[in-house]
């Protein structure tokens, strides 16, 4: 499957993903979704604040991949700013 990152600036031609936690020295940053490549070169699609989040996606690329689905984009972060006015009610979903 082919697989667009989150920063919409690369394609990767994947056959397994998986998450991980992204730690630095003790510090929790989020979950890291990562594929495998054909030839066997690990790829970082994209960042999730949660690991519920992260879980979400992963288990869509795979349901995709079973059914022989070509290509999939990551979803991109929304922005703090754009939650706030979310929030606010100043944007509409």
Known sequence: MKIMNQDRDRVFSVRKVWYKAHRYKGI???WNIYGRGMLGMK???GTR???EEAEQIVGEIK???AKCVESYTMPELASDE???EILEGGLQC
Do not use: A, F, P, Y
């Open 82 to 84: 754009i939650l706030e």
């Open 43 to 45: 790829h970082l699609l």
């Open 49 to 51: 604040d949660t690991k």
């Open 63 to 65: 349901r995709l991949m």
């Open 28 to 30: 929790m940053w989020g």
